[in-house]
């Protein structure tokens, strides 16, 4: 019993833990034997096509990040100095700079008071006749109200760039998420459902960008269409960047995107045992757990609780912390943040500010055990006794 209860004082149970589900060491040693190890080679197809097949998109393209298809979306929409651009303030950094990198103007959009994701009904009110664009973030791999965006993106002419960094195997209705506005991006930062270090994909739903994004994403030329063998030598066609990560990534990449049905499963058996020890609490009214709306699914991306209050989310986070339990918080407010507070028209969002100062992300990762779980929760329930 003593015995235990020193081993148990010095548990620790990491925030993220990376794990290689089989294959993909075999897949980077091709990729690493076989001679190509820039972009585009035999791998990158791979996942293309893995990704074109299984969301059934018109065309997709690997990136090195999700930060980079973002970039890429911002440079496909020829967005300018002045243009506006909708975003949640509820998200990652790298969502407003890619379109801040063009010039844009941010407006930041308020969360839906219940889950973390754009609150359709406070959209319409920040179209101006600038907007050009709105971008949806999935959190937690929620699907906005995907109707309402593109009904409204209908109506004032604009276009709509998926933030599907959450996103992987999760949709809206039937559709796959990142797949249903004009362009989707998605990550595979090692935080992410799969990964491959930092890598991401850009999801090309609307044909009218199919050929220019295969010229931006090799720096600016038609190498992609010299391959193919459409022309007889590949110049400089257009302005671009490398969006494109080595082949060695991709290979690593596809290694995972084959065991994605048995990441999800693994990921989805921890978020439900989460979910239902964490359920007392929530029923006592101590804390609040996810709500997956009717029009979403749930793709155990990850586990969030929010709190009542500012100050409890603090001590218990420095609880579980000093338990060795690596819980975190999740986005500071970017309407408010030191590189935008000038620059933000002064609005309230108060919704955005609860999630901000309430919510904890748990420890999350595929080969989360029992154990591990079992430690995290009894902190929990220990901090609310
Ligand atoms: C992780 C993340 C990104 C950035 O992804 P990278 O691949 O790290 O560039 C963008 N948006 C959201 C919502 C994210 O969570």
């Not at 990652?92 to 990198?101: C, E, K, M, Q």
């Not at 400089?236 to 084959?258: E, K, N, R, T």
Request: hydrophobic letters at 40%; a negative charge; glycine letters at 6%.
């Amino acid at each position: 019993m003593k015995q235990e209860s020193n081993l148990r004082k010095g548990m620790k149970v990491n925030f993220n833990q990376p794990y290689l589900e089989g294959g993909e060491k075999d897949y980077v040693m091709d990729a690493t034997m076989t001679g190509h190890l820039s972009g585009h080679g035999k791998y990158t197809k791979l996942c293309h096509q893995w990704f074109e097949k299984r969301y059934r998109i018109p065309k997709s393209l690997l990136t090195t990040s999700c930060s980079d298809a973002l970039e890429l979306a911002a440079l496909l929409l020829d967005i300018r100095s002045g243009d506006e651009v909708i975003v949640p303030s509820f998200t990652f950094v790298s969502t407003a700079n890619a379109f801040v990198l063009r010039g844009a103007k941010i407006v930041f959009a308020d969360v839906r008071e219940d889950i973390p994701i754009l609150d359709t009904e406070k959209l319409e009110e920040l179209i101006t006749d600038r907007t050009r664009a709105i971008v949806p973030v999935h959190y937690a791999g929620i699907a906005c109200e995907m109707d309402k965006i593109l009904a409204l993106a209908e109506k004032y002419d604009l276009f709509v760039v998926e933030d599907a960094a959450h996103a992987i195997e999760s949709s809206y209705g039937n559709k796959q998420l990142g797949t249903i506005g004009n362009l989707g991006a998605f990550s595979f930062h090692e935080t992410k459902n799969v990964i491959c270090g930092e890598g991401g994909l850009i999801s090309i739903n609307d044909e009218r960008f199919e050929k220019r994004a295969e010229i931006l994403w090799e720096k600016g030329t038609d190498r992609a269409a010299f391959h193919r063998g459409e022309v007889k030598k590949y110049q400089w066609v257009d302005v671009g960047s490398s969006f494109l990560p080595s082949d060695l990534i991709a290979a690593l990449l596809y290694g995972q995107l084959l065991k994605v049905d048995r990441i999800q499963e693994m990921r989805l058996n921890i978020w439900q045992q989460y979910y239902e020890r964490l359920e007392p609490l929530a029923e006592a009214g101590k804390i609040q757990l996810p709500v997956i709306p009717e029009w979403a699914t749930n793709n155990g991306h990850m586990f969030y609780l929010v709190t009542g209050s500012p100050a409890e989310r603090d001590s218990l986070l420095k609880y579980l912390n000093k338990k060795g339990v690596m819980a975190v918080i999740h986005y500071l407010q970017l309407h408010s943040s030191k590189y935008f507070a000038d620059k933000h028209d002064g609005r309230e969002l108060p919704n955005t500010d609860r999630f901000s100062d309430c919510l904890i992300r748990l420890p999350f990762f595929n080969r989360l055990n029992v154990e591990q779980m079992d430690y995290v929760v009894k902190h929990i329930f220990r901090f609310y006794r």
